[in-house]
């Protein structure tokens, strides 16, 4: 994991408005959110893994499931998963040739190309001027 600093931390938003801007330019809401805080997350590569910036949210009004929450944003961080080869002996039901969502990481905390680390930088300041818009 690298953090990377940025200007929006600490910065509230509109969960809807900030999910409307950041949907069409590649981001999604991590599935491992929670009704108080989640995380936005650009996929950089899939290089032996999966290499993302994610940027955290925490709620201060209201929960994530419900309208017109507001969220704080945290540090934004590039983070690599690594992910088994093969058959996961802990998932059952799963087509073979389909991708398991549910696999367990080789290595959750894959060291991250240091190739992408100016891009996650530039990726961070795009969202800087693209939210400091609104």
Partial sequence: MIEIPSQLEGQSFN??????????????????WDYDH??????????????FLRVPFTAV?????SQNTTVQLGRPFLLSHK????????VRGIDPGTFNQFSEPQDPDASFPT???????SLVKELEDLLQQD
Wanted: charged share 30%.
């Fill in 83 to 90: 992910y088994q080869i093969g058959l996961d002996d802990h």
């Fill in 61 to 65: 009004d209201g929960q994530l499931d």
């Fill in 115 to 121: 190739k992408y680390i100016d891009l996650g930088k």
């Fill in 38 to 51: 989640g995380y936005f997350d650009y996929k950089i590569d899939d290089e032996v893994g999966y290499q």
């Fill in 15 to 32: 969960l809807y408005r900030l999910e409307s801007t950041l949907k069409p330019i590649g981001y999604v809401i991590g599935g491992n």
